[in-house]
Nanobody, 123 residues
Framework: QVQLVESGGGLVQAGGSLRLSCAAS????????MGWFRQAPGKEREYVAT????????NYADFVKGRFTISRDNGKNMGYLQMNSLKPEDTAVYYC????????????????WGQGTQVTVSS
């Protein structure tokens, strides 16, 4: 199974930006759908965005539309989440994941998952 490691999290003021990275190893992500999810303390892990294997199709949760951009570079075996106009409610641990299809990915019952990177947005 592919191993994933997220990085790029940190502390930022409201209105600021961060770019998260997802580095894959142990296998290629080129044929897999990639997604980002997040989990705040006391809350369920929630879907943020997905991107198709060839970058042709992206989808976003309503609460990040217009602010976040998901992308990938299959040649580098990497994925990214650009986060702009951050809000305190974006504070969470952010996870990247890959699976064979979007359906399988959003089920969150299979695929490969990273350990997460902390994003904290101060007001």
């Amino acid at each position: 199974q592919v191993q994933l490691v997220e990085s790029g999290g940190g502390l930022v003021q409201a209105g600021g930006s961060l770019r998260l990275s997802c580095a894959a190893s142990g296998g290629t992500i080129s044929g897999l759908v990639m997604g980002w999810f997040r989990q705040a303390p006391g809350k369920e892990r929630e879907y943020v965005a997905t991107i198709s294997s060839n970058s042709g199709v992206t989808n976003y949760a309503d609460f990040v539309k217009g602010r976040f951009t998901i992308s990938r570079d299959n040649g580098k075996n990497m994925g990214y989440l650009q986060m702009n106009s951050l809000k305190p409610e974006d504070t969470a641990v952010y996870y990247c994941a890959v699976d064979q299809t979007t359906y399988l990915l959003v089920r969150r019952k299979s695929g490969s998952w990273g350990q997460g990177t902390q994003v904290t947005v101060s007001s």
